[in-house]
């Protein structure tokens, strides 16, 4: 499993690609949120605070890449279904969310989830309860300060996963100054 996860995580495979792989390395280690015929993922966004204009485009992005996994036979023949959560840019509301997906969706992940507070708020929350947290949408100084022993205590850079920190939280995207302007 290590191999493939580090493989994906190193190509800066995240959304259907990286996460298919993972799923697949992972089925046989975690229960929640996996049965025969499905994969339950969840995701939070902000759906109603300062940035939810951008948030269908990434709602829907996700939706139609697990939609083609899934007309494809879906991920080890198991179809993937997608909770959508609003955490509104707010830790409070993400930490809300996020106890729903994990108690009652009982997901297998979460993956995109969108905001740096937000995330720092619930990371460890979602690693502590066993559930795979898949590229995180934070910026530059909050994965740093993830990576490094700061709140969440959870999120690692795409070029070095820290295994024996948290082995269920992958962040596999560049931070936002090298996004913007790097680019």
């Not at 499905?38 to 996700?62: C, F, K, Y």
């Not at 297998?108 to 507070?117: L, M, P, R």
């Not at 999120?155 to 948290?166: E, F, G, P, T």
């Amino acid at each position: 499993m290590l191999s493939i996860i580090t493989k994906c995580a190193r190509a800066g495979m995240s959304g259907g690609l990286g996460f298919a792989a993972l799923v697949a390395a992972a089925i046989v280690g975690h229960a929640g949120g996996i049965s025969d015929k499905e994969i339950v993922v969840g995701t939070h966004l902000d759906l109603s605070g300062p940035v939810s204009a951008a948030m269908p485009q990434l709602r829907n992005g996700m939706q139609m890449r697990f939609d083609e996994a899934n007309e494809a036979g879906g991920i080890n023949g198991r179809k993937v279904r997608l909770i959508v959560e609003d955490n509104g840019s707010q830790p409070q509301l993400a930490v809300r969310a996020v106890d729903k997906l994990i108690r009652s969706d009982d997901v297998f992940a979460i993956v995109n989830s969108f905001g740096s507070g937000t995330n720092a708020a619930v990371v460890k929350r979602a690693v502590d309860a066993g559930v795979l947290y898949f590229s995180p949408w934070v910026g530059q100084h909050a994965r740093h300060a993830f990576s490094h022993g700061g709140r969440g205590k959870g999120l690692v850079d795409a070029d070095c996963i820290d295994l024996s920190r948290h082995q269920s939280c992958f962040h596999v995207r560049k931070g936002h100054f090298d996004e913007f302007y790097l680019s």
